[in-house]
């Protein structure tokens, strides 16, 4: 397709030196450049996926909460100090 487009001065300098670094023609170096950033675009205000897997706890937990430090050792560990 052929279109005409307006592109940013910083823009065109990035797309002027990519082509003199490797000898390719401005439409090649323009169209892997549009690529690679269509490619990894996730969407506006889209989060990344969580890679932590959820655990899921089959143990009740008695916390007697009237010894406050017994509490937190049992639900945050000793090293917490």
């Known amino acids: 397709m052929r279109t005409t ?47 932590n897997p959820t655990r899921v706890w089959n143990a009740r937990l008695l916390i007697n909460i009237d010894n406050v430090q017994e509490a937190l050792d049992l639900v945050d560990g000793p090293w917490r100090r």
Do not use: C, H, W, Y
């Open 5 to 51: 487009l307006t592109i940013a001065d910083d823009v065109a300098a990035m797309l002027k030196q990519e082509m003199a670094r490797s000898g390719r023609m401005f439409r090649d170096v323009l169209n892997d450049a549009l690529r690679a950033g269509l490619t990894n675009r996730r969407g506006p205000n889209r989060p990344e996926k969580l890679k």
